[in-house]
């Protein structure tokens, strides 16, 4: 019986909380009005109410308590989404199974972005079936992607609810467990003196159903054939470093093996005997299913391979030369690169432009630059942004580098008439929304693909041009009407890649007016700013350290630079550059104009990057200050500059007779 005010309120107070909440009020943790805050805030920002207590309260909820909120928390999920609950503390977890299946079956980005874990997988009983441990298992875009994964492997989909605290600790166990791995791959060493294998080479052997052995596992093969191994271990050592692509040239007395990494050719290993030649070029000819009969021809082929759990794609392409074939191999590993303009574009401005083309229904938008620079990253990463369920995407691609749910993607084969322009046309009839092509790099493509743009579609494509402005000249050259491009045309991203200076052991300074002034910079604007130059170690300082057991910094290994990032110039077709193009302008003038409308050039996106201290002035002169398009512009910045205000010259005129005026640059 009630009988009180007090009691009322008290039963009031009993009634309005979950039953773990009324515990913690009688126990004396929180009072009422504490535990409705926290209440609040958890629904408000979506943390976990044992978190936020215990940042109000400053006090460690009990073990016993804990409990029970989990306990709870699992009753009400069971009950919201109709499926049993996984508690990890109670029920037996199969650790090697899950790593497993997240290596084979369910990869771990997937994991990541919906927020689910496989659990086991059944193939005794009918129907074959894998049960998943999800946060949300109402989630619909995750059920589309594992029906997309499951149904060619004839299994079917069993749920489990679990708390995002339980799936974030058995995705941290699997990540650590691959950090672990990798620890042990670099252990064993795999760039090994290869002198063993250069002993044995002999007849050339082929391994069977070699390409389904884990690389990392192959280079250990000591029953490998010498040549085997050798090729094993330059595959192993590539994708070890992380570079992207691996050049095997015959030279007149020996055979040079090099690897790209961030950009930048470097030597990967002592020359190699020039006997070794035929066998080792052969031996990757076979792997890429190439003629190794043909020598006089050049030749293109793709190596799947296996490494660390991860299927990886090499590209590969031979040249006969004069001391043999030369090979050259791109890695294809589309699991290590994060999707994402907000990933590549760090100015704010530029990217809510991209983002806001990519949201057009309709238009062309060109991404331009040279081989390597980091296009088809951008070309996906912006249709990541616009991948939803409701839009139809193609796209059309030589070859196919990365893998997005929900697209579909073509591959040009020339060799059948599925290029480019035939493919292009094939989509419009496949009621499209948004359409990728890979390169355009003839009349016939460009017109179609600026046609599409015109009737509806988003499309978009790359060129080869230097910067942003030169791709309306560009494709003028291909004969395109300039009307067809002024009112097709949303913008055009031309961008180059420069290498991250290693914040380990990267060396603060001061620059000098003279190489400030090169750059268009003053000593006055950049006074509290710091600059930072690369610690690199020529190749032979290098070897040395490594001979006499001197350490070199743990991170970038004595280059200097480790990654890299994007610079970008993003040229936004408004009413004054339509009007330029319908006039068939000159490069120039749409340039000035982009640059009066507010586009940044490269150069002022770089010289951005070096001011946060992500790169160097070295690296700025390396990649963008070198192109004629950024000379011209540092010309037209030095003709508008101050005078010198120690002797009051402008330029042009005579600088003898000033100490700071004696070379043609610009100071305080």
């Given at each position: 019986?009630?009988?009180?005010?007090s009691?009322?309120?008290?039963?009031?107070?009993?009634?309005?909380?979950?039953?773990?909440?009324?515990?913690?009020?009688?126990?004396?943790?929180?009072?009422?009005?504490?535990?409705?805050?926290?209440?609040?805030?958890?629904?408000?920002?979506?943390?976990?109410?044992?978190?936020?207590?215990?940042?109000?309260?400053?006090?460690?909820?009990?073990?016993?308590?804990?409990?029970?909120?989990k306990?709870?928390?699992?009753?009400?999920?069971?009950?919201?989404?109709g499926?049993?609950?996984?508690?990890?503390e109670?029920?037996?977890?199969?650790?090697?199974q899950?790593?497993e299946?997240?290596?084979?079956?369910i990869?771990?980005?997937?994991?990541?972005?919906?927020?689910?874990?496989?659990?086991?997988?059944?193939?005794t009983?009918?129907?074959?079936?894998?049960?998943?441990?999800?946060?949300?298992?109402?989630?619909?875009?995750?059920?589309?992607?594992?029906?997309?994964?499951?149904?060619?492997?004839?299994?079917?989909?069993?749920?489990?609810?679990?708390?995002?605290e339980?799936?974030?600790?058995?995705?941290?166990?699997?990540?650590?467990?691959?950090?672990?791995?990798?620890?042990?791959?670099?252990?064993?060493?795999?760039?090994?003196?290869?002198?063993?294998?250069?002993?044995?080479?002999?007849?050339?052997?082929?391994?069977?159903?070699?390409?389904?052995?884990?690389?990392?596992?192959?280079?250990?093969?000591?029953?490998?054939?010498?040549?085997?191994?050798?090729?094993?271990?330059?595959?192993?050592?590539?994708?070890?470093?992380?570079?992207?692509?691996?050049?095997?040239e015959?030279?007149?007395?020996?055979?040079r093996?090099?690897?790209?990494?961030?950009?930048?050719?470097?030597?990967?290993?002592?020359?190699?005997?020039?006997?070794?030649?035929?066998?080792?070029?052969?031996?990757?000819?076979?792997?890429?299913?190439?003629?190794?009969?043909?020598?006089?021809?050049?030749?293109d082929?793709?190596?799947?391979?296996?490494?660390?759990?991860?299927?990886?794609?090499?590209?590969?392409?031979?040249?006969?030369?004069?001391?043999?074939?030369?090979?050259?191999?791109?890695?294809?590993?589309?699991?290590?690169?994060?999707?994402?303009?907000?990933?590549?574009?760090?100015?704010?401005?530029?990217?809510?432009?991209?983002?806001?083309?990519?949201?057009?229904?309709?238009?062309?938008?060109?991404?331009t630059?040279?081989?390597?620079?980091?296009?088809?990253?951008?070309?996906?990463?912006?249709?990541?942004?616009?991948?939803?369920?409701?839009?139809?995407?193609?796209?059309?691609?030589?070859?196919?580098?990365y893998?997005l749910?929900?697209?579909?993607?073509?591959?040009?084969?020339?060799?059948?008439?599925?290029?480019?322009?035939?493919?292009?046309?094939?989509?419009?009839?496949?009621?499209?929304?948004?359409?990728?092509?890979?390169?355009?790099?003839?009349?016939?493509?460009?017109?179609?693909?600026?046609?599409?743009?015109?009737?509806?579609?988003?499309?978009?494509?790359?060129?080869?041009?230097?910067?942003?402005?030169?791709?309306?000249?560009?494709?003028?050259?291909?004969?395109?009407?300039?009307?067809?491009?002024s009112?097709?045309?949303?913008?055009?991203?031309?961008?180059?890649?420069?290498?991250?200076?290693?914040?380990?052991?990267?060396?603060?300074?001061?620059?000098?007016?003279?190489?400030?002034?090169?750059?268009?910079?003053?000593?006055?604007?950049?006074?509290?700013?710091?600059f930072?130059?690369?610690?690199?170690?020529?190749?032979?300082?290098?070897?040395?350290?490594?001979?006499?057991?001197?350490?070199?910094?743990?991170?970038?290994?004595g280059?200097?630079?480790?990654?890299?990032?994007?610079?970008?110039?993003?040229?936004?077709?408004?009413?004054?550059?339509?009007?330029?193009?319908?006039?068939?302008?000159?490069?120039?003038?749409?340039?000035?104009?982009?640059?009066?409308?507010?586009?940044?050039?490269?150069?002022?996106?770089?010289?951005?990057?070096?001011?946060?201290?992500?790169?160097?002035?070295?690296?700025?002169?390396?990649?963008?200050?070198?192109?004629?398009?950024?000379?011209?512009?540092?010309?037209?910045?030095?003709?508008?500059?101050?005078?010198?205000?120690?002797?009051?010259?402008?330029?042009?005129?005579?600088?003898l007779?000033?100490?700071?005026?004696?070379?043609?640059?610009?100071?305080?």
């Open positions: 019986m009630v009988n009180s005010p009691q009322r309120r008290a039963l009031i107070t009993r009634q309005s909380f979950s039953p773990f909440g009324n515990k913690l009020i009688q126990t004396g943790y929180v009072n009422s009005d504490q535990m409705r805050e926290a209440a609040l805030e958890s629904r408000r920002s979506g943390r976990p109410l044992t978190e936020i207590l215990e940042g109000l309260t400053g006090k460690t909820l009990p073990p016993e308590m804990l409990r029970q909120y306990k709870q928390q699992l009753f009400e999920l069971k009950v919201i989404y499926v049993d609950s996984l508690d990890p109670l029920n037996q977890i199969p650790t090697d899950i790593h299946l997240i290596g084979t079956l990869r771990i980005d997937i994991c990541r972005t919906y927020q689910l874990v496989p659990l086991t997988i059944n193939r009983a009918e129907p074959n079936s894998i049960l998943v441990a999800m946060v949300d298992p109402d989630n619909l875009k995750a059920l589309d992607e594992l029906g997309r994964i499951l149904r060619p492997q004839n299994l079917s989909l069993r749920r489990m609810v679990i708390t995002l339980d799936y974030q600790q058995l995705i941290a166990k699997y990540l650590d467990e691959q950090v672990r791995k990798q620890e042990l791959v670099v252990a064993q060493d795999v760039n090994v003196d290869l002198g063993d294998d250069l002993e044995a080479i002999g007849v050339l052997d082929d391994a069977p159903g070699e390409e389904e052995i884990d690389l990392a596992t192959a280079v250990q093969g000591a029953e490998d054939a010498p040549v085997i191994a050798l090729a094993n271990k330059v595959l192993a050592k590539a994708l070890q470093e992380g570079v992207s692509d691996i050049h095997l015959p030279q007149e007395d020996y055979l093996i090099r690897f790209r990494k961030d950009g930048v050719l470097r030597q990967a290993f002592d020359p190699l005997p020039k006997k070794i030649i035929p066998a080792v070029i052969s031996r990757f000819k076979i792997l890429a299913d190439l003629d190794i009969a043909e020598r006089r021809s050049p030749q082929g793709r190596i799947r391979k296996i490494f660390q759990g991860r299927k990886i794609d090499f590209r590969v392409s031979t040249l006969p030369s004069r001391y043999g074939e030369k090979m050259v191999l791109r890695i294809l590993d589309n699991s290590t690169t994060q999707l994402g303009l907000d990933k590549l574009i760090s100015d704010p401005e530029s990217l809510e432009m991209v983002r806001s083309w990519v949201s057009r229904p309709f238009g062309l938008i060109l991404v630059g040279p081989t390597g620079s980091g296009k088809t990253t951008t070309l996906y990463s912006a249709l990541a942004e616009c991948n939803d369920p409701g839009k139809n995407i193609s796209t059309a691609e030589d070859p196919i580098e893998t749910p929900g697209l579909t993607q073509v591959q040009v084969i020339r060799e059948k008439g599925m290029d480019f322009s035939n493919i292009l046309r094939a989509f419009l009839r496949q009621d499209p929304d948004v359409i990728l092509v890979g390169e355009t790099r003839d009349r016939e493509t460009a017109k179609t693909a600026i046609e599409a743009a015109l009737i509806g579609h988003l499309v978009l494509t790359t060129l080869h041009t230097n910067d942003a402005a030169s791709a309306i000249a560009r494709l003028s050259e291909m004969e395109v009407e300039s009307f067809m491009v009112a097709s045309l949303i913008g055009v991203v031309a961008q180059r890649l420069v290498r991250r200076v290693c914040n380990t052991c990267r060396i603060p300074y001061r620059p000098t007016v003279e190489e400030l002034g090169r750059f268009g910079l003053s000593a006055s604007s950049e006074l509290d700013l710091t930072y130059k690369a610690n690199s170690l020529t190749p032979e300082e290098m070897q040395t350290a490594r001979l006499s057991g001197q350490s070199m910094c743990p991170n970038c290994n280059v200097g630079y480790k990654g890299r990032c994007g610079v970008y110039e993003i040229m936004q077709v408004t009413e004054r550059l339509q009007t330029l193009i319908t006039e068939g302008a000159p490069t120039e003038r749409i340039k000035e104009v982009a640059v009066e409308e507010g586009m940044k050039t490269l150069l002022a996106y770089s010289l951005n990057l070096v001011r946060q201290g992500l790169t160097t002035l070295d690296e700025v002169e390396r990649v963008t200050f070198t192109d004629t398009g950024l000379a011209a512009e540092m010309k037209a910045k030095r003709k508008s500059s101050l005078s010198c205000r120690v002797c009051a010259a402008i330029l042009q005129q005579e600088w007779d000033c100490p700071y005026c004696m070379t043609p640059r610009f100071h305080d």
